[in-house]
């Protein structure tokens, strides 16, 4: 099989699976691995974030397209710790918010900032998303056992992006990939005027 193939065929797969795990809610009985993996999924603005983070590092190139995820994952499971400390953090839900419509732009205007800029922009915006899911941890949770789930599930949807974002580059057209980015732009204007 070509390795064009095979991204096409992970992608497919990937795809496919995204709206089953969107539909997912998390249990408040349930293992607290369970919730983590679950949580991410239950918020639009999430999503849309997680997949904006890997389509703009597809758009990137080159050390972007690990470093970028790695350092949302990263700086999440932090602003977690902080959200379940109970240390508060200003300005959560404007900021994550504001990650879907910013990240939404970066990518349908295909921004490409050095390296240490780019991962600082999705450093700021990891510390608002994973401070809002750790002040969320049901009481019952396991933090570090959740933070897994939680970084699991977090890791695959920008996996979501980075296949959807290198199908397009083999397949299609960047422009795909721009469109992608403004339809999530669009989402989180909506997002904004609906708060």
């Known amino acids: ?3 064009s193939s095979k991204y096409f065929t992970v992608l497919l797969a990937a795809l496919a699976l995204t709206p089953m795990l969107a539909q997912a809610h998390p249990n408040h009985g349930a293992a607290s691995f369970a919730n983590g993996l679950a949580h991410p999924l239950t918020g639009f603005d999430h999503l849309l974030a997680m997949v904006a983070v890997g389509l703009w590092a597809v758009q990137l190139g080159g050390r972007a397209v690990w470093t970028v995820p790695l350092t949302f994952v990263s700086v999440m499971t ?7 400390s109970g240390m508060a953090l200003p300005f ?3 900021g994550i918010l504001a990650s879907v419509l910013i990240l939404g732009v970066l990518v349908a205007a295909s921004v490409r900032l050095p390296l240490a800029v780019s991962t600082a922009v999705v450093g700021v915006f990891a510390l608002v ?10 009481v019952n949770a396991s933090g570090f056992v959740y933070a897994l789930g939680f970084a699991g599930t977090t890791a695959l949807l920008h996996l979501t992006g980075i296949g959807w974002g290198l199908a397009m580059k083999h397949f ?3 422009t795909v990939i721009r469109y992608t980015g403004g339809s999530i732009a669009a989402l989180g204007v909506y997002l904004c005027l609906a708060a």
């Open 129 to 138: 998303h994973g401070h809002a899911h750790g002040a969320e941890m049901p």
């Open 92 to 94: 959560v839900e404007t």
């Open 78 to 84: 932090l602003g977690e710790v902080l959200g379940m």
């Open 1 to 3: 099989m070509k390795t």
């Open 172 to 174: 299609a057209t960047t």
